[in-house]
């Protein structure tokens, strides 16, 4: 008998057409009872895919799920990734946690995406809300001889070319929140965790993991405390992930394979034209100090840059949050 995830996985992609689909032929397509067909449609609400049934017609999933394609994503990134080099998972716990424990290993991997997370993360140990099918969450890793002090604001260039990407798509009001957060809005639509592992002189690897909410709409995102925003609400369409997962994942590489010789400088014109936060008044909780002030742009290193009371400080990281009545809170 299959394990229980391997079943709720095969019901995932038997009803991802979105159509209705009888008990009993989905009881036969996937060998198990039609109980157990019951049962597991109704654990896949834990996923983010809540199934409706009715008596008469069967199991449906509302909107059914673009799901992605490994060939074709192969294909389209064919001249920047070797074959090979593109892992696709059904579930993962991180796409992060998973590339960092094969460099841990000794393997050199490169692109890992998943269509779902169980233990997805954001910055400062955060869970980032991942329904099956619906968004990106996708990692890349790179190998550089530099140590990680080289690598100072390789997040803050990666927003930068996500936000040209995506602005250049059609997507309207995208603007970035330092140091990581990619917003549409006022509403966070991405998130960015670089993790890194080596000596401190190098070498060492960067991952670049990346969460952007794609097709997520209303009925996905009710456990999300903090406002949000995906591609197909900002627009009003639904979004081909296989082909925006090819666009996404060549950007980060880009980004990536250039910023040891580059660094930030080329992006702080592109940064500052995104930059949610600029003239701002701002809290930031940093290394349990509360900094008051108004927010100035980034540093070339990838710092924040305040004016408190005349004074100007860098700061290097924590929670950054929009005074109230400063416009809308990010």
Known sequence: ?????????????ALADGAWHGGAELAQCLGISRAAVSKQAQSLAAWGAPVSTQRARGYRLEGGLDLLQTDR?????????????????????????YLMARIAAGHWPSV???????????????????????????????RYESGPAALAGLSLA????????????????????????VLCGGGKLGGILIELQGDTQ????????????????IADGGGIEQAWNSLARAS??????????????????RV?????????????????????LAGRTV?????????????RGIAPNGALLLDCAGRQRQIWGGDVSVRAGDGPAV
């Open 1 to 13: 008998m299959s394990p229980p995830s391997v079943t709720r996985l095969a019901l995932l992609r």
């Open 73 to 97: 994503l192969q294909h389209l990134l064919g001249a920047v990734v070797p074959a090979g080099g593109i892992e696709l998972f059904d579930s993962l716990p991180s796409t992060n946690s």
């Open 112 to 142: 890992c995406l998943a269509e779902h997370q169980s233990a997805g993360r954001g910055r400062r140990g955060r869970q980032w809300h991942s329904p099956f099918g619906r968004n990106l969450y996708v990692s890349v890793a790179q």
């Open 158 to 181: 990666i927003g930068a070319a996500l936000a040209q990407l995506l602005t250049g798509l059609g997507v309207e009001q995208v603007s970035l929140k330092w140091p990581n957060d």
């Open 202 to 217: 190098g070498p060492c690897w960067a991952v670049a993991g990346l969460g952007l909410n794609v097709n997520m709409l």
């Open 236 to 253: 009003g369409r639904a979004w081909d992930r296989t082909g925006l997962a090819a666009q996404v994942v060549e950007a980060l590489l």
């Open 256 to 276: 990536m394979h250039t910023f040891p010789e580059t660094g930030l400088e080329p992006w702080l014109p592109s940064y500052a034209r995104f930059d949610g």
């Open 283 to 295: 809290h930031v909780d940093w290394a349990g100090e509360r900094v008051d002030g108004t927010a």
